[in-house]
């Protein structure tokens, strides 16, 4: 009962949730979440307009100079590991794929570059396929609410996957993300003001 409400309430406060990193196909969003490994939306999506013009294809970034991408997404953070990632993923991608992003996870985390957290995001905001991406903003956020006690992310994909149809799978990570962003602040969280504050074990706790 308790987390059938956290989920209708997430569900009114955030109808509209939706991925933050600006894409306009798989292969950009695929690459965009590579890019936001400790980093914020915000800056990724700084940079993307950049590299996707530079490289709009898995063949082009497949090709491409690895320090001429570094200087693209150093803002980023851990550049050369990401560029590497990038560059390994259009291979594989080019190599593997025919040059397009597969849609099942057991292919995605194949790829150079590609976790669970990853891949789940580009099956359930491109393809409208079942995943459940746990990040920080999730992982965090599950454990406060005591929707898992879990600290591992697949288990905490497995417990949270378990509160929902399949469908809603991403849109359960989603709002939950919008709700670490907007109120549930991992270093001034919003207490006071939150929606789920009369229903949250941790709050006025944390």
Same mark, same amino acid.
């Given at each position: 009962m308790y987390k059938r409400q956290v989920v209708d309430r997430l569900r009114a406060l955030y109808p509209d949730a939706r991925c933050? $990193?600006? /894409? !306009?196909? @798989?292969?950009?969003?695929?690459?965009? !979440?590579?890019? +936001?490994? %400790?980093? !914020?939306?915000?800056?990724?999506?700084? *940079? =993307?307009?950049?590299?996707?013009?530079?490289?709009? !294809?898995?063949?082009?970034? @497949? /090709?491409?100079?690895?320090?001429?991408?570094? *200087?693209?997404? %150093? +803002?980023?953070?851990?550049?050369?590991?990401? =560029?590497?990632? $990038?560059?390994?993923?259009a291979q594989a991608l080019e190599d593997t794929y025919g040059g397009e992003v597969p849609s099942d996870l057991g292919d995605l985390v194949t790829v150079p570059g590609v976790g669970r957290k990853t891949g789940n995001v580009v099956r359930s905001v491109w393809f409208g396929l079942a995943g459940l991406p746990v990040d920080t903003h999730v992982t965090r956020l599950s454990r406060l609410l005591k929707l898992t006690n879990e600290t591992d992310p697949v288990k905490i994909e497995h417990d949270l996957g378990a509160m929902v149809p399949a469908g809603e799978w991403g849109l359960l990570s989603l709002r939950l993300i919008e709700h670490g962003r907007q109120?549930?602040?991992?270093?001034?969280?919003?207490?006071?003001?939150?929606?789920?504050?009369?229903?949250?074990? +941790?709050?006025?706790? *944390?």
């Open positions: 933050a $990193l600006d /894409h !306009t196909n @798989a292969f950009e969003l695929l690459a965009a !979440t590579i890019l +936001s490994a %400790q980093c !914020t939306d915000a800056r990724v999506n700084m *940079v =993307t307009p950049t590299l996707f013009a530079k490289y709009p !294809t898995p063949a082009d970034l @497949a /090709h491409a100079d690895p320090a001429e991408v570094e *200087v693209i997404i %150093q +803002s980023t953070g851990f550049f050369r590991a990401k =560029t590497k990632s $990038l560059i390994g993923m109120v549930c602040i991992a270093r001034r969280p919003r207490c006071a003001t939150c929606a789920l504050a009369d229903i949250c074990p +941790s709050a006025g706790k *944390v």
